[in-house]
């Protein structure tokens, strides 16, 4: 008798102290590190939690589970200017040595100048020219060898950084975390899609596949030795913002998010589209008032106002009375950046 | 010493007995039974290999295994007409009754009268504006519901039974051993892409993500609720034919597929595209030589001409030159449906 007893002693001890260790590696291995405690992060895991875990009432099958993000200003920093814009700038001198008769045309002229006053005045409609010369009229293979030059070369003016390494750590987790329990994470992006396409699978882990954006067409044709390629063409086949972010999202992957992330009026329509589905869905919004560590500004709440990346009072407002969960920079980021001290 | 000896002998033999079972079991489980031993057969077995092997000169990394497959002739059958058209048909009445005002105009008209001589007559343009009336202007939902009740209901009229069982067994088992080995399989499909979306998961296990389709825009909008909704609009966005194959491909997909499979000339482009990549590429077309067993068509090798499907003397002559694989129907597969005697 006294073995028998023994023994479920000790094995009961042991689970006991297992099970205690399992519990601190739990504890310990904290999915969001760069989060302070709060309702953002707790929003996140609640949804994740609610989402993924087996005879819960609001789980996702795999198949289903869906995440799209915003990229500039969500995932990775977009002030002073888009960095895609500032390569179209850059751009522009080797597009003017190509064809010297565009010197002396505008925008180009202006770009030329230097002259940054005046650069800062140029409409939306001189900034359309200034893409498509410098985005479309070239091979697939000749636009990647060149972005690829620019991105590995270029460097932000505030952090002398590469711009790829501009991305937030906090949403570094939350790409990881949504992966690790079964989401398949998109951009979905106003940017161009061929330019995200070069760098989000180093950057966030997420393959060319993956990344909706602003897409022009393509022209199939073939080489003088009849070796077949694709040309870049200026025909505007998908506009990636306000609207055509569910619209893009449709026609790229047929299904609705179960989570989406954003943090501009472009970023609405999509937030609507995905608290629209039935179920736990969730949706976010970065707010940028974090001056000091990365860029603050609105205009919601008072923050400066901005031509790029606006946050409205309105988008706040319909985040609140929506469900929105906004994310304040200062307040919910322990830590932004992994280069910080 | 002879403890030393016997030993390793003993496990010696295991050993060879277990490679023996091994060896066995491989060599029962062909991947692609309903094939008959030729030259198609061994190309997919050579180029999964080659490709999926490590160490393999040609081996080709997880990430970048893609293979694109046409639907209608590749996948299933398209005679005497590709599903899709026929549910367009069999909307019209449906059409008719919510507008009366179309029961007097072409091509609505004549489809409504039923004399099937004179529907057999209608030119690509009254086709266009069919398609146009019953595939455009509801919203997503609505079209899923429509296409869902009629894919649950209409039968093919030869075979008698739903058109989402006419699948090719032979390819069944080529996505399957792709699959198996790594590589994720697309449909790119002239057909309508909303349309293939509603059945490709459970026909082919191909999700929607990885349907890639002739494509209309959708607009996003409001319902009198403040619900937001997509609603399928009559504006082109991807005439996935043709040149349209390989555009579509980049913009959907952006990677180069490694192998590709088709069945007409609306598939040449696809097949140069996917050959004119670096490593081993496989290109393969399905010939319908078959009238017994299933349809034949070409023009080429003399078979009868079609409007649906052609698969013409110079696509053949092409794939000659450039080492593109036909199968031959009639030859290559040894069972072509599942519901065969």
New interface residues.
């Given amino acids: 008798m006294t073995r028998i007893v023994r023994y479920p002693l000790i094995v009961t001890l042991l689970v006991v102290v297992s099970l205690g260790f399992v519990t601190l590696a739990l504890a310990q291995t904290d999915p969001l590190p760069s989060w302070n405690e709060g309702a953002a992060k707790q929003a996140i895991v609640k949804f994740v939690e609610a989402t993924t875990t087996q005879g819960s009432p609001k789980f996702v099958p795999p198949?289903e589970r869906v995440a799209t993000f915003d990229q500039d200003g969500t995932l990775w920093v977009e002030h002073p200017m888009y960095s895609q814009v500032v390569y179209c700038f850059d751009r522009v001198p080797a597009v003017v040595k190509a064809k010297p008769e565009l010197a002396n045309v505008e925008p180009f002229k202006t770009v030329m100048s230097g002259n940054r006053e005046a650069i800062a005045k140029l409409s939306m409609d001189d900034l359309f020219k200034i893409l498509a010369a410098t985005l479309t009229g070239m091979s697939?293979e000749d636009f990647r060898a060149e972005a690829k030059k620019w991105l590995d070369t270029a460097r932000d003016p505030r952090w002398k950084r590469p711009y790829t390494e501009l991305t937030y750590l906090p949403m570094q987790e939350v790409l990881k975390y949504l992966r690790a329990n079964g989401y398949r994470t998109y951009i979905v992006t106003g940017g161009g899609?061929?330019f995200v396409?070069m760098y989000a699978?180093e950057v966030y882990g997420i393959?060319?596949?993956q990344?909706v954006g602003t897409?022009s067409?393509?022209?199939?044709g073939y080489t003088k030795n009849g070796?077949?390629?694709?040309t870049k063409e200026p025909k505007l086949?998908?506009n990636d913002n306000n609207?055509g972010k569910?619209?893009g999202i449709?026609?790229?992957?047929?299904?609705r998010p179960y989570a989406a992330f954003g943090n501009s009026t472009g970023d609405r329509?999509m937030l609507?589209?995905t608290k629209?589905g039935a179920g736990e869905r969730l949706a976010m919004l970065v707010l940028h008032d974090d001056a000091q560590r990365e860029y603050a500004y609105g205009p919601a709440l008072g923050l400066p106002a901005t031509r790029v990346g606006t946050f409205t009072q309105a988008l706040y407002d319909q985040a609140k009375r929506e469900g929105w969960v906004v994310i304040s920079m200062k307040s919910d980021w322990k830590r932004i950046f992994t280069f910080e001290p």
């Fill in positions: 198949a697939v899609q061929d396409r699978d393959p060319p596949e990344v897409a067409g393509t022209k199939y070796k077949p390629f694709l086949l998908l609207a569910p619209e449709y026609l790229m992957i047929g299904r329509q609507e589209y629209a």
